[in-house]
């Protein structure tokens, strides 16, 4: 089998609670004790927290560069950006409520602002959690902070702080995420309505959201391709 968050996840709630290296013992008497072992770190590996394996998981990575003219053109919505199909984690679970209980935990968004116009204009991306089923407005947004200059930006938000949140039927899951580029003045404030794009355009940016399962703590060396950390929070070049 080959170890993913959803094998590794349906495997150790397969296995019986009681099935410890003593149950197997009892089963079969002529195991070695070397076997027994064996089969103590696998089910302390499998039955301990199943968290510990699958405590987050990239949900997208998406590094891009986003125009006037992208901004005018997206559909169905302007100045949206959107993480569809390959994009978007295929192994994220289902169901983000059990056995690994995401929609109680944090997401980890990293903004690195890799390309953007001088002048330090206040710039933020709303982050829209887009479900399979939605109830109410049918879907919530969290948000980066506001940035002016390039560099990296990090910060956690609990998953039952943003905006909408409980539009959400988590159990049945994620099917897109959308990104919403807009300046500092508010809910209303989509870029493709300014009449100096200069200010704002071309851009480019990697945006990384991590979900973080609940009670558990974001680790940056567990997501690829990350650079080494120089610091926490806020932003730095």
């Given at each position: 089998?080959?170890?993913?968050?959803?094998?590794?996840?349906?495997?150790a709630t397969e296995l019986p609670t009681d099935f410890t290296?003593?149950?197997?013992?009892?089963?079969?008497?002529?195991?070695?004790?070397?076997?027994?072992?064996?089969?103590?770190?696998?089910?302390?590996?499998?039955?301990?927290?199943?968290?510990?394996?699958?405590?987050?998981?990239?949900?997208?990575?998406?590094?891009?560069?986003?125009?006037?003219?992208?901004?005018?053109?997206?559909?169905?919505?302007?100045?949206?950006?959107?993480?569809?199909?390959?994009?978007?984690?295929?192994?994220?679970?289902?169901?983000?409520?059990?056995p690994i209980d995401y929609r109680h935990g944090t997401v980890?968004?990293?903004?690195?602002?890799?390309?953007?116009?001088?002048?330090?204009?206040?710039?933020?991306?709303?982050?829209?959690?887009?479900?399979?089923?939605?109830?109410?407005?049918?879907?919530?947004?969290?948000?980066?902070?506001?940035?002016?200059?390039?560099?990296?930006?990090?910060?956690?938000?609990?998953?039952?702080?943003?905006?909408?949140?409980?539009?959400?039927?988590?159990?049945?899951?994620?099917?897109?995420?959308?990104?919403?580029?807009?300046?500092?003045?508010?809910?209303?404030?989509?870029?493709?309505?300014?009449?100096?794009?200069?200010?704002?355009?071309?851009?480019?940016?990697?945006?990384?959201?991590?979900?973080?399962?609940?009670?558990?703590?974001?680790?940056?060396?567990?997501?690829?391709?990350?650079?080494?950390?120089?610091?926490?929070?806020?932003?730095?070049?």
């Amino acid at each position: 089998m080959r170890l993913t968050h959803r094998s590794c996840s349906r495997l150790a709630t397969e296995l019986p609670t009681d099935f410890t290296p003593l149950a197997a013992a009892a089963l079969f008497p002529a195991l070695r004790v070397h076997s027994l072992v064996r089969w103590a770190a696998l089910s302390a590996w499998l039955l301990a927290p199943v968290a510990g394996f699958a405590a987050q998981f990239v949900l997208f990575d998406v590094t891009f560069t986003f125009t006037k003219e992208d901004a005018d053109n997206s559909k169905p919505s302007q100045s949206h950006y959107y993480v569809k199909g390959a994009a978007l984690n295929p192994e994220r679970p289902r169901d983000w409520t059990a056995p690994i209980d995401y929609r109680h935990g944090t997401v980890h968004l990293r903004t690195e602002v890799l390309e953007k116009p001088a002048g330090g204009e206040p710039t933020t991306w709303n982050i829209c959690y887009i479900p399979n089923r939605g109830q109410g407005n049918g879907y919530g947004c969290t948000g980066t902070d506001l940035y002016r200059e390039k560099g990296v930006y990090e910060k956690d938000v609990a998953m039952t702080a943003f905006w909408q949140n409980d539009a959400i039927v988590w159990t049945d899951g994620i099917k897109q995420m959308d990104l919403v580029m807009k300046d500092g003045s508010g809910g209303g404030g989509h870029v493709h309505k300014r009449s100096d794009p200069q200010r704002f355009f071309p851009t480019k940016l990697r945006i990384t959201a991590v979900q973080v399962s609940a009670g558990a703590t974001y680790d940056p060396s567990l997501v690829p391709n990350l650079p080494p950390r120089t610091g926490t929070g806020g932003g730095r070049p």
